[in-house]
């Protein structure tokens, strides 16, 4: 067993801070006050090519796995770009897996390159506002005509969708009460033609800097070249994508947790009450103390997830309880922090009570707390279904 990072993992985590040096806290703060997608740090990322780490070398991408994904998505959520940085650029690196797993040569050939070079951006349309977590009861309708696919429907909380060029869509293409099992769902990737989609951005807590939204589509016409796989296969190959989306989240939530601390431990060791710097008190020190033990913790199930994953193993146990365990570990060192600097930790300028706002982010979605702790009670201990 070796826990080291090697030379090149090292590599990439020098590489991307340098990348992530020029966007400091203060380029983040503004994001997060003004809004507006993060244009130039996604250009940046795209001109030294980090967009297509894990994509295959004959696309144009990098060809690593999921563990060197992991170590970016992390250092840039570490350096202090948080949540806010990681979304700017999330979907580019897991989203398209199903793709790269289920698509054939020509759509690889057409797809990947241009969402390596930062030309395509893309939204990942699932979550629907009736469905909700569960997903088999998709109500987008997408009806066959010919060559092309008409979509309608609605979609909610579609992160990116008023700055994306595509879109990686689930939609129905059999009448749920004809649908066996999982099937009766079709994956397409395609034009987010603004003719036929209208999305309207949720107002939230957080990360302002990178839009969520409702998304209206009407009439959507959909070329039969853009269904991913074969027709009603689409939940299977969403499937496929979840565990690396889970190890993402979970690397982010460990970094994003992680630039907490550092913020909170420099402001313990420079604030002096009653004489003395407040990191002196007991009080202060253990709870910074044991989040550190709880990141380091959720970082190495990340980490074992992820090895899992490129070693072709089964990792569903493990990349959703490196999710759960490194969101609630963010959130708790995000706490400590607010708590650590006093009422200071409520001031924009010190961060920390952005960051709190965006592990919410981690701890709620992709998949909510409860549905994993249901996953891990079903699957790994052997207890009945419950949802
Ligand atoms: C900032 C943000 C960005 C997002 N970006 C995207 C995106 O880009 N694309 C996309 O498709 N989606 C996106 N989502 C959606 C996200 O994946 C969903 O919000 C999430 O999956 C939860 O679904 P829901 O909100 O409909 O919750 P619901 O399904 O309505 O669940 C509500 C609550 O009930 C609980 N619950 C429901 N059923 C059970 C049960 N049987 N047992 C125990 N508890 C249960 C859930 O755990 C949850 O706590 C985003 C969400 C947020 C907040």
């Not at 983040?28 to 090519?49: C, I, M, T, V, Y």
């Not at 490194?326 to 009422?343: D, F, K, M, V, W």
């Amino acid at each position: 067993m070796n826990f080291a990072w090697s030379p090149e993992q090292e590599q990439i985590r020098a590489a991307i801070e340098r990348v992530c040096e020029p966007f400091d806290a203060d380029y983040w703060l503004r994001k997060d006050r003004d809004g507006g997608f993060p244009e130039d740090f996604h250009r940046a990322l795209a001109a030294s090519g980090w967009l297509g780490i894990a994509m295959p070398e004959a696309y144009g991408g990098a060809g690593l796995g999921i563990s060197e994904a992991a170590l970016m998505m992390h250092t840039i959520a570490a350096t202090g770009a948080g949540l806010s940085g990681a979304s700017t650029v999330h979907m580019n690196i897991f989203g398209l897996h199903p793709v790269v797993v289920f698509g054939s040569d020509e759509q690889k050939k057409r797809w990947l390159p241009p969402l390596i070079a930062g030309r395509d951006r893309a939204c990942f349309a699932v979550t629907e506002p009736d469905a909700g977590l569960n997903t088999l009861k998709l109500k987008t309708r997408a009806v066959r005509d010919g060559d092309h696919y008409t979509v309608s429907g609605q979609k909610v909380w579609i992160s990116t969708a008023q700055v994306a060029t595509k879109m990686l869509l689930l939609a129905r293409t059999t009448p749920v009460e004809r649908a066996s099992g999982t099937d009766g769902l079709s994956l397409f990737y395609t034009d987010f033609d603004r003719r036929a989609i209208e999305a309207r951005e949720i107002d939230k807590m957080g990360r302002k800097a990178v839009d969520s939204n409702q998304v209206f589509i009407d009439g959507l016409r959909v070329p039969v070249e853009d269904r991913i796989g074969d027709e009603g296969r689409g939940f299977s190959y969403i499937l496929h994508g979840l565990n690396p989306e889970r190890i993402l989240v979970a690397a982010e939530a460990v970094g994003l947790g992680r630039a907490a601390l550092q913020r909170a431990a420099a402001y313990a060791s420079e604030r002096e009450v009653f004489g003395r710097p407040i990191g002196q008190n007991q009080a202060i020190q253990h709870p910074l103390a044991a989040s550190w033990m709880e990141l380091e913790a959720a970082h190495l199930m990340a980490q074992k997830a992820a090895w899992l994953y490129d070693q072709g193993q089964p990792c569903a146990a493990e990349a959703n309880s490196a999710k759960y365990l490194a969101a609630e570990a963010c959130y708790r060192a995000c706490e400590n922090a607010i708590l650590t600097h006093g009422g200071m930790g409520y001031a924009r300028e010190y961060h920390v009570e952005r960051y709190l706002r965006e592990a919410w982010i981690p701890r709620l979605a992709p998949v909510s707390p409860q549905l994993i702790l249901c996953f891990i009670a079903e699957k790994v201990l052997g207890l009945p279904k419950s949802y």
